[in-house]
């Protein structure tokens, strides 16, 4: 599967931006999907992580409250409402797809990235 991840840009702080990544080669249902950020100099950071069905999502405790993981199957896209953004949430954001059936461990396959920039 490709994925392609978009939406990110500029914004002030307490603003919202929404990500997206679009799949193509195979339907996102049979993954689980999370989204990932990094910035240089730093290990990468885990953000989001939704089942394959939407049932279930994780949040990292940095965001906590603030982003909202969810998926369209139908359209082959999941999406990062990321909501009363600061500037610590600066980074480059990735999209990843892991086979449904497994339940933790490395991501089968990553998106571009898209940037984020959060102004003070």
């Known amino acids: 599967v490709q994925l392609q991840a978009s939406g990110g840009g500029l914004v002030q702080a307490g603003g919202s931006l929404r990500l997206s990544c679009a799949a193509s080669g195979r339907s996102l249902s049979y993954y689980s999907m999370g989204w990932f950020r990094q910035t240089p100099g730093k290990e990468r950071e885990f953000v989001a992580r939704?089942?394959?069905?939407?049932?279930?999502?994780y949040y990292g405790d940095s965001v906590k409250g603030r982003f909202t993981v969810s998926r369209n199957n139908a359209r082959n896209t999941v999406y990062l409402q990321m909501n009363s953004l600061k500037p610590e949430d600066t980074a480059v954001y990735y999209c990843?797809?892991?086979?449904?059936?497994?339940?933790?461990?490395?991501?089968?396959?990553w998106g571009q990235g898209t940037l984020v920039t959060v102004s003070s």
């Open positions: 939704i089942t394959w069905s939407g049932s279930s999502t």
């Open positions: 990843a797809a892991r086979k449904r059936e497994v339940l933790s461990g490395d991501y089968d396959f």
